[in-house]
């Protein structure tokens, strides 16, 4: 597990020739996510992303060290090029192979800084162009010699690696080192070659050791093209990036905000969604209700009811989704849910009579709960279920958009649950809902009884009922 420390926790001391890149030191340790200010929650998750890449940048570099190593092993040799164990390429890459190593175990433990990335970039280059150098060394060869060095074209998968960490910066600055770096080889081989090892012959340059500007012109040029390139590049890719990294992160915190199957109709339609589209089938409302709760809420402190709910929506939520239910709404201290209306379902009644079942059930478990919690009440929870044709739609307007269900058995649902205190009961369901539940497969594990012929406030005519007593 990776922690928050750096190795920047404490300010440290800079020379006077550090000064000039501390600003530098301090951009590349910052996350550069947006010009726009970004939620923290945004920022830990974009953060999160750069931890990850500087782990993979660190096991790539591995991969290449460990390829250049195999190659120089097994590759067929010159005939005038030795292969001592202290020659320049093995040192050169024990040196950096150890140096990658390390860097993989601190970007596991750490938040790499800024300071550290600068200087890795300053390692990959110098091992490089190091080596390059010495071949003029190793082969006897004036400076010239190591300017044509094929090695040279490495330089760009150095600049490439920095590009997994998907911000420009890295790229800009590797980039910038790489140009200088070899400007500085240049540099070298001007100032130490004899006399007359300048040319402007393409010929002269191709088959002896001489300098031809344009030529190291050309290469320093094609290193900042590329990087450029590739910078801008990626600061497309990045403000991708950031915009995914924040709609994903909007849309997990919707999904707290909206039940599990609304949240999957939001994400995945095909059309933008607007008031009015509607959806008719057959579906059956649950509405559960927590009885002489007002009495409560008033003789306890608000963090108290707050406790309860919290304790009773942790019971009865599960109970529901795991019978393949959605919450369309809490009502306070009511619960609102549907089943088969955000995806049909052909046991949509069975399903709903099983959760009020298993809720009422369940009923004493949060009982002790609130009296683990210091809260004595006993409080009642009654509940009803009715199911039939209904309309699953998107009402609202074009700035506020709510998903409800609308229908008979909504309404049936709510008047249902109020008419328990008038039955004494704990749960009621329509005698017509109960059959077609039980025509779905539902199996009683509670004994119920019949009402015949009660006339129900808010509801025309008189409807038959079964109820779950306690």
Known sequence: MSDSRTLTDKPARRSLLARPFAALFRRLGTPSVSTAPLPARVR??????????????????????????????????????????????????????????????????????GWFLFLSMVVDTAMLFGLIWSFHL????????????????????????????????FVVTQGVIAALGWLALVVYALETSAPGTVTRSFTTYLSENAILIGAEFDKIFVILTVTAILALALARARATLITAIRESSATRDMRRFLSEGVADVITSAEAELTAGHATERDAAILMLDIRGFTPFATSVSPHKVVEALTLYHGLVVPIIERRGGVIDKFLGDGVMATFGAVAPSDTAAADAVSALEEIL????????????HGIEEALKVNGAVSAGRIVFATLGNDERLEYTVIGEPANLAAKLEKHNKAEGSLGLVDADSYALARAQGHEPKRAVRSLTDRAIEGTIGRTDLIAFDA
Do not use: C, N
């Open 44 to 113: 830990k998750l974009v953060v999160a992303e750069e931890v990850r890449s500087e782990r993979l940048i660190g096991w790539v570099q591995l991969a290449v060290v460990v390829t250049f190593a195999s190659l120089y092993v097994v590759a067929p040799r010159p005939a005038d090029a030795g292969m001592a164990v202290l020659e320049p390429v093995p040192i050169a890459l024990s040196i950096y192979l150890a140096f990658t190593l390390l860097r993989i175990a601190l970007a596991w433990r750490i938040q790499l800084p």
């Open 138 to 169: 190793q082969y006897g060869q004036p400076p010239a010699f190591y300017l044509k060095i094929p090695t040279f074209a490495y330089i760009f998968v150095f600049i490439a690696l920095r590009a997994l960490r998907f911000d420009p910066r």
């Open 361 to 372: 059930e369940s009923i004493g478990r949060w009982h002790a709960m609130l009296a683990e």
